[in-house]
Every structure is written in structure tokens, then in C-alpha cells.
């Protein structure tokens, strides 16, 4: 039978235990217990953090845990899963914002690797980005234009270059993932880089590279040889 929280000494409660050894100190499933709150008549709090992380290999897969995925899990109900997501979102927005510096210069394939993966790498579908650039090859803003099969029926120069327009850039880097986690290209990868690199060398705003993701690798048309630009 769980131990319930409440029955633990006071010193052994996961808040008690932040407050006296800090945050960096607890457990993962201190942590999620800590905001979940409270258990079920027969599970505490704990035992609700330890069936959630055992639905995932590790702990960087919370990122990608959704809604259906937590309902699954016997004892946690819409305002526990709502208050989870929430601050998962959060953290991740607080991390985000810390790598999207003022001014930060794209000088090769490893930093637009580093600081934008993490929008879409463990998307469960592909997820197809732009990331704009001024004439100095500084970050002006990046965007998820399309979701689903990439390809050049789907994915339109015209969005691409109507968003360039818009913020003014003067170059930019396509970024897609593969699900997968292949990041060989394909066929229809070549064809859609391919179009978008004469689209921009049509409108005067150079595609700088497109890098494809996946299972914490990466695949760079630039680096390989594949793509050309002045």
C-alpha cells in the first residue's frame, strides 16, 4: 500500500524538502509531486509523479508529453494535467527566451543547430521553420510556417518570402525535422530546398542553409556541399 504524503514526517514532504535543501536537491518525481499538489484516496501525489514518469525513457520527453498521453493515467484528472502542462510550457518558454539573445549572430550550421532545434526536434510530425536574418546575419525572428509532410506541394516560397518581406530580412535559414529521426534527406527534401534557394536568389534574399533534425543529430545542406550561396 502507498505511503500518502500526509503520512510521511514533515521533514520527508517534497515542499519541506525544497524549502530545506533547495530545489536543485529533489528528485524528478519530488518535483512533479511538488506540482501536482495532492494524490487520490489511494495514491499520493508521489505515486501520481512516478506513473508519469514511467510513461516517458526520460526526462527531456516531458517536453513532448501531451494532453491524451497524461489522461491515460489513472488519478490525474483535468486540473492536475491542465497545471502540468502549464508549467512545462512555461519552463520552456523561460529557457527558450534565454537563447534568443538581441543581436545574435548566425555564423554556421552548429549555431542555428543549437538555438533553434529545440522548436521542433521532437515534434511527432515534421514541422517546417524560417528563420529570418538582417544583412549582417542577425537574428530578427523565426517562424513555424507549415506542419505535416514536407514537401513543395505543401510547403509555398510565397509564405517563405512574404514573411522575409514583412520583417525586412535579408537572408535566411530553413529548418525542418524528421520524426524519424533520419536526417538523411530525401528526394522531396532536395526538390523543396532546391526551389526555395532560386525563389530567394529571385528576390534577392539569399537561403543561407536548411538543416534537417532529428534524435539530437542534424543534417546540413550547406556543410554537406549542397547548397550554394554568395
Same mark, same amino acid.
Given at each position: 500500500?502507498s505511503?500518502?504524503i500526509?503520512d510521511l514526517?514533515k ?5 519541506e524538502?525544497?524549502?530545506k ?7 524528478n ?5 511538488? *506540482? $501536482?499538489?495532492?494524490g !487520490?484516496k489511494? @495514491? %499520493?501525489?508521489k505515486d501520481?509523479?512516478?506513473s508519469?514518469?514511467k ?6 520527453e516531458?517536453?513532448s508529453?501531451?494532453?491524451n498521453d ?6 490525474l ?5 491542465i497545471?502540468?502542462l502549464?508549467?512545462l510550457e512555461?519552463g520552456k ?5 534565454d537563447?534568443i539573445?538581441?543581436?545574435?549572430q548566425i555564423n ?5 543547430y543549437r538555438?533553434?532545434s529545440?522548436y521542433?526536434?521532437?515534434e511527432?510530425q515534421?514541422?517546417?521553420?524560417v ?5 549582417h546575419?542577425?537574428y530578427?525572428s523565426?517562424? *513555424? $510556417?507549415?506542419k505535416? !509532410?514536407?514537401n @513543395? %506541394? ?17 537572408a535566411i535559414?530553413?529548418?525542418h ?5 533520419i536526417v538523411m534527406?530525401s528526394?522531396s527534401?532536395d526538390e ?5 534557394l532560386?525563389?530567394?536568389n529571385?528576390?534577392?534574399i539569399p537561403l543561407?542553409?536548411h538543416l534537417?533534425v532529428?534524435?539530437?543529430?542534424y543534417?546540413s545542406?550547406l556543410e ?5 550561396y554568395?
Amino acid at each position: 500500500m502507498s505511503v500518502l504524503i500526509k503520512d510521511l514526517p514533515k521533514e520527508d514532504m517534497p515542499r519541506e524538502r525544497l524549502l530545506k535543501y533547495g530545489k536543485e536537491n529533489l528528485s524528478n518525481e519530488e518535483l512533479i509531486a511538488i *506540482i $501536482l499538489r495532492t494524490g !487520490t484516496k489511494n @495514491k %499520493s501525489s508521489k505515486d501520481l509523479a512516478n506513473s508519469i514518469l514511467k510513461k516517458i525513457n526520460s526526462i527531456e520527453e516531458l517536453r513532448s508529453i501531451n494532453i491524451n498521453d497524461l489522461k491515460k493515467i489513472k488519478g490525474l484528472g483535468d486540473t492536475k494535467i491542465i497545471t502540468l502542462l502549464a508549467a512545462l510550457e512555461l519552463g520552456k518558454r523561460v529557457y527558450e527566451n534565454d537563447l534568443i539573445i538581441d543581436k545574435l549572430q548566425i555564423n554556421n550550421s552548429v549555431d542555428i543547430y543549437r538555438y533553434f532545434s529545440k522548436y521542433i526536434i521532437d515534434e511527432k510530425q515534421e514541422n517546417f521553420m524560417v528563420i529570418y536574418l538582417d544583412n549582417h546575419k542577425q537574428y530578427i525572428s523565426h517562424k *513555424i $510556417l507549415f506542419k505535416g !509532410t514536407i514537401n @513543395k %506541394s505543401i510547403v509555398s516560397a510565397r509564405e517563405v518570402f512574404k514573411e522575409a518581406f514583412l520583417c525586412d530580412a535579408s537572408a535566411i535559414v530553413i529548418m525542418h525535422n524528421h520524426p524519424s529521426g533520419i536526417v538523411m534527406p530525401s528526394k522531396s527534401d532536395d526538390e523543396t530546398t532546391n526551389e526555395i534557394l532560386n525563389a530567394g536568389n529571385a528576390f534577392g534574399i539569399p537561403l543561407l542553409d536548411h538543416l534537417i533534425v532529428g534524435n539530437g543529430d542534424y543534417y546540413s545542406y550547406l556543410e554537406e556541399g549542397n547548397l550554394k550561396y554568395e
